[in-house]
């Protein structure tokens, strides 16, 4: 019997002994097919598992979904005693089990205990994708065979809503008549062809059955147990969904957030995914290379391999000037494996692998102009965050930054930052007393031998907890000492490169709404691996500079800091109010609605065997106003909507097919003169039309309007690398 036979036979035989009287949630499954609600269910219960979700909300995940698939009303109690009936069927085939550890509701440590999913055996739950992978039928969250059929209002005939998570009053105005653009972009998404990379599919395979050194799946080399199980599970799905679309076209099913963001509404496999993802797939049309496509190929592989700073015309002289060695790359993936060092890998090997087949079309005596490529090449937004909130400030000073207007070489954000975050440090190194001054060393000295001695004390024992205590009460009496030893410690870091990269993340999610504890957390998991010197660091510290980044960009980013604060005053007016902030996106009509909610708690018991788990569910029909996710998401949330009317409005007017990914768009060689344009000319329609004016009148707040900057938005038409 394999093991899908196993699950659906436990599934049938425990359906039996559902009563009306005693199983009110799950009696509806008894005259269900188990087999159809195996397969419903699968695909979640595995991204569930790859992401760490604890036991109830994986519960809850699955059994929402098969409600909504078998239309039962909403009920987030009812969801919880269906997902976990169909988890059962997992726990006593031995696919899966359940266990009681510290873990948050996104996998990472937490003081609160909290029962976790994980395979029991991976060997065999990778044999049921085994099995399941080679079935015709349609499976939630796959790929489909088929293009799915159109939208033609809130619910698609599949069972989902058109929004993610969203409320059946938002759904309501959501229409074709309304909302034309984005419904056209959705259809158009979903009717574009995938397909499948073999060359790239055989190496990803080879490397999956290699040892550790040399190996560029991040699934083997990771060092930390749980991040390398999660990625095996990522990796391992992604290969067996290529392996059944091998040799077909397939396609997605894509939905919006509440912002009015793409997503594709399939796991693992998709051009949203990692590297390993994006590097296997190839647009199933593809197009003629024509005139120009030659030197959008070159430039793309340049950016796939990571030399994007430099001009257009030297990215693409680069990848010519590396013509044979590129194209040795293809021939022979396992032995010339320098394509390993490219920032992207996989998607570097792709483009390897058509140059080869380009050379081998050319070298058979026909026209380059000729060959056929299905390759998709990506454009990204340059910080694009802060783009908008350029554009929305009209900030001429920061332009260029942001590459909003004309210039030679690409602008740094991100290095703009890191200058002005260290004039400030050096300020504050010259006030710290020399008799402070030169204690650092000792400081990393006494640091490291504490930390090592608590390291190497045995797990569990006594000694681990007596050094745990040392460290924490010498960090303690010390604290003031630390606290003036900060500047000197980070100025002691003198390459520009390393100083750009301390600050991308902070500037990245500056326009965002990130706070200052936020980034000194982004400083802390960024930067300890990039030297010795940064391992040393005092957790203090990254705290500290997170404080700086946060306070240059919000001063020094003029613009932009001044409309963060305005969104989150709005946010502040809205919640003395009780409400909820709502708008509709400029362009596309889209009703955003910041849905925050913090939901009320409700008790329930999961009965297995002899356990009876008793857990906490969250009731989501029962919830209030959430304020501080209010706040802290009225900026994003602001900038996202908009960048998604960018996106819907570029892929709506488009007549040739595109990749959606937020802030970066793909196509095909042949097509992409065009939309380096198209993009461009969208971004400049999109701020014509004044958005932050038709924000703020529809949020009551027209006249907190801030004094703008003299920024020509049409400047962006001649910007090489605003999106590039």
């Not at 035989?13 to 699968?42: C, H, M, P, V, W």
């Not at 080399?221 to 969904?241: A, G, H, N, Y």
Request: charged letters at 25%.
């Amino acid at each position: 019997m394999s093991h899908l036979e196993k699950l659906v036979a436990d599934f049938e035989f425990r359906k039996k002994t559902l009563r009306a009287d005693r199983n009110q949630y799950t009696y509806f499954l008894k005259n269900e097919d188990g087999r159809r609600i195996i397969l419903y269910s699968f695909t979640h219960i595995i991204k569930g598992i790859e992401r760490k979700a604890t036991l109830v909300d994986l519960a809850v995940t699955v059994g929402r979904r098969v409600r909504q698939k078998l239309k039962q009303k909403r009920s987030s109690i009812a969801a919880c005693q269906v997902g976990w009936f169909i988890l059962i069927s997992f726990f006593e085939t031995g696919l899966l089990r359940y266990t009681l550890e510290k873990v948050d509701k996104k996998g990472k440590k937490s003081k609160h205990r909290s029962y976790n999913v994980l395979a029991k055996d991976k060997k065999t739950l990778f044999e049921l994708w085994d099995e399941i992978a080679v079935l015709e039928e349609e499976i939630d969250l796959f790929p489909s065979m088929a293009p799915p059929a159109p939208w033609e209002g809130p619910v698609h005939p599949l069972g989902y809503s058109i929004i993610k998570k969203s409320s059946p009053d938002i759904h309501k105005q959501m229409s074709p008549e309304k909302q034309p653009l984005v419904f056209k972009a959705l259809n158009k998404l979903g009717q574009t062809p995938w397909m499948i990379n073999k060359p790239i599919l055989e190496v990803i395979e080879h490397y999956l059955q290699q040892p550790i050194e040399g190996n560029p799946l991040k699934a083997k080399t990771e060092q930390d147990f749980e991040k390398r199980e999660s990625l095996m599970i990522e990796i391992t799905s992604i290969v067996k969904l290529a392996r059944r679309n091998l040799d077909r076209v397939f396609y997605h099913l894509y939905n919006v957030d509440f912002r009015g963001r793409i997503y594709p509404n399939t796991a693992f496999l998709h051009e949203q995914g990692s590297d390993n993802a994006k590097g296997l797939l190839l647009l199933a049309r593809g197009s003629e290379l024509g005139e120009e496509g030659f030197y959008w190929l070159l430039l793309h592989g340049a950016n796939t391999w990571g030399n994007d700073k430099v001009s257009l015309d030297d990215r693409v002289e680069f990848s010519l000037s590396n013509y044979n060695l590129f194209i040795s790359y293809a021939e022979n993936p396992t032995v010339n494996i320098g394509w390993m060092q490219a920032e992207k890998p996989f998607s570097f090997l792709a483009f390897c692998n058509e140059l080869k087949l380009l050379d081998n079309w050319c070298s058979s005596g026909n026209s380059q102009e000729d060959f056929i490529t299905n390759l998709p090449l990506f454009i990204d937004g340059s910080n694009n965050g802060s783009q908008h909130l350029v554009a929305l400030s009209k900030d001429k000073e920061l332009a260029p930054y942001v590459n909003l207007v004309s210039s030679e070489l690409p602008g740094d954000l991100y290095a703009l930052v890191a200058e002005k975050v260290w004039a400030r440090l050096e300020e504050k190194e010259y006030a710290v007393p020399a008799i402070v001054y030169e204690q650092l060393d000792y400081i990393l000295q006494k640091t490291n031998e504490l930390q090592k001695e608590y390291e190497e004390a045995p797990a569990g024992s006594e000694r681990k907890a007596l050094a745990y205590t040392e460290v924490q009460t010498w960090r303690n009496n010390n604290r003031k000492l630390r606290e003036l030893l900060y500047p000197v410690y980070w100025n002691r870091i003198k390459d520009l490169k390393v100083r750009r990269k301390i600050c991308k993340r902070g500037t990245m999610t500056f326009a965002y709404g990130a706070v200052p504890y936020g980034m000194g957390q982004q400083v802390w998991e960024d930067t300890r691996e990039i030297n010795d010197y940064l391992k040393q660091q005092e957790k203090l510290w990254s705290s500290l500079l997170g404080k700086e980044i946060h306070k240059a960009c919000h001063e020094d980013l003029e613009g932009p800091g001044k409309l963060l604060k305005l969104f989150e005053s709005i946010a502040d007016k809205y919640n003395e109010e009780h409400r909820y902030m709502h708008w509709l996106s400029p362009i596309t009509n889209f009703p955003v609605t910041q849905n925050y909610r913090q939901p009320s708690t409700n008790r329930t018991w999961l009965a297995y065997g002899e356990d009876k788990l008793n857990v906490v569910v969250e009731n989501w029909e029962e919830a209030t106003l959430d304020k501080e996710s209010q706040r802290l998401g009225a900026s994003p949330n602001i900038v996202h909507s908009l960048d998604a009317v960018h996106m819907t409005m570029v892929v709506s007017s488009a007549d040739y097919d595109i990749a959606a990914i937020h802030d970066s768009w793909g196509t095909t060689a042949g097509h992409m003169s065009d939309l380096f344009i198209r993009v461009r000319r969208k971004f400049v329609e999109l701020y014509e039309a004044d958005p932050l004016l038709s924000v703020l009148i529809q949020l009551g707040a027209e006249k907190l309007m801030p004094k703008r900057g003299e920024l020509n938005i049409e400047e962006i038409m001649n910007s090489d690398y605003c999106f590039c």
